[in-house]
């Protein structure tokens, strides 16, 4: 995933409510307790919005992309998707493997039976049948309108995590209590410590070599973000620290950085740098975007957005 979302935040630093929700109860037995991140997409809103669109088509991984193709194969057409959520999930050696939720109008007796017209055989793991996706992929079923599919390896995790032999995200409270300020968001992220601290990193760039940014680094907690495209693009990128002092340090550092790429900035990413504010807030610290759809499409064709999103 290589946080592409998350780096775009890094540009910036760096409504639809009713129709945007949490995740479900299947979605949420299913995602493992050592997640670094969660990222979900409420594909009803982004198919309402052509500056949401634009944004999916240019930070969505390759594999995935792919992905939406091999849907296409077992009968289900992206139209059909509602909201669909990935996680980035360590595995025993400390490698992040990619697992998808998805959730919509297509039911599992449509899928299977279009499976067993394909003759494609599934793998047994314990009561669950796994069939190949192509793309390095397998996919099951959470519920009868819940796909769950992905590394084969997080796949299994997942479904350890369901059947009660590993800890499942209700285990990790870090990250379920970040998800409570976002999941109402069209696209909403929470993000561990670990993938925190790499995120800043590349946000701050030279600076985060400095002692200072080494000495608050180790007192991130965690990152939370969520974007909404009722009225043109708004982000809200909060990262929750140790202390008041942590996040007004950090907020110190990223205004400073702000300046720096300013100052080097031309154009439409000036604009958009201007549209930028930092603070911290208690213990948080707070980065905030907006921009009309005009202007953000134009962001997305820059130089600067390509770098961040690759």
């Known amino acids: 995933m290589k946080y592409r979302i998350m780096l775009l935040a890094a540009l910036l630093f760096s409504g ?14 299913m995602i493992p307790g050592n997640v670094q991140q969660i990222i979900s ?40 998707i509602e909201q669909i959520t990935f996680a980035s999930v360590r595995g025993k ?22 499976l067993r017209a394909q003759k494609v055989r599934a793998a047994q793991y314990r009561d669950s049948n796994l069939y190949p996706l192509g793309v390095g992929m397998e996919l099951t079923f959470a519920d009868p309108s819940t796909l769950v599919f992905g590394d084969p390896t997080a796949l299994r995790q997942a479904l350890d ?48 070599s400095l002692d200072t940014y080494g000495t608050v680094s180790q007192r991130l907690l965690g990152s939370r973000y969520a974007m909404d495209f009722g009225n043109g693009v708004n982000f809200d990128l909060k990262v929750a620290t140790t202390d008041q002092m942590t996040a007004a340090t950090l907020s110190s550092l990223l205004q400073a950085a702000l300046l720096f790429r300013r100052q080097q900035a031309t154009g439409v990413e000036k604009t958009a740098l201007d549209n930028v504010t930092v603070d911290s807030d208690s ?28």
């Open 93 to 114: 050696d400390g490698s992040l493997r990619l697992l998808c939720l998805a959730s919509g109008t297509f039911t599992r007796a449509g899928v299977l039976q279009k």
């Open 41 to 80: 997409v409420d594909y009803r809103t982004l198919r309402n919005s052509p500056t949401g669109m634009a944004l999916k088509e240019r930070v969505l991984p390759q594999n995935l992309k792919a992905t939406e193709g091999a849907l296409r194969n077992v009968g289900i057409e992206p139209g059909a």
């Open 16 to 29: 639809l409510p009713a129709l945007a929700t949490g995740l479900g109860t299947s979605a949420r037995v």
């Open 283 to 310: 213990h948080d610290l707070k980065v905030h975007f907006e921009s009309d759809d005009q202007r953000f499409q134009a962001l997305m064709k820059s130089d600067i957005f390509k770098m961040v999103s690759r």
């Open 161 to 208: 995590a369901r059947d009660g032999f590993a800890e499942s995200l209700a285990a990790n409270s870090q990250m379920t209590d970040m998800m409570s300020d976002v999941d109402s968001g069209a696209v909403w992220s929470v993000l561990d410590s670990i993938g925190t601290q790499t995120m800043l990193r590349s946000a701050l760039g030279q600076a985060s």
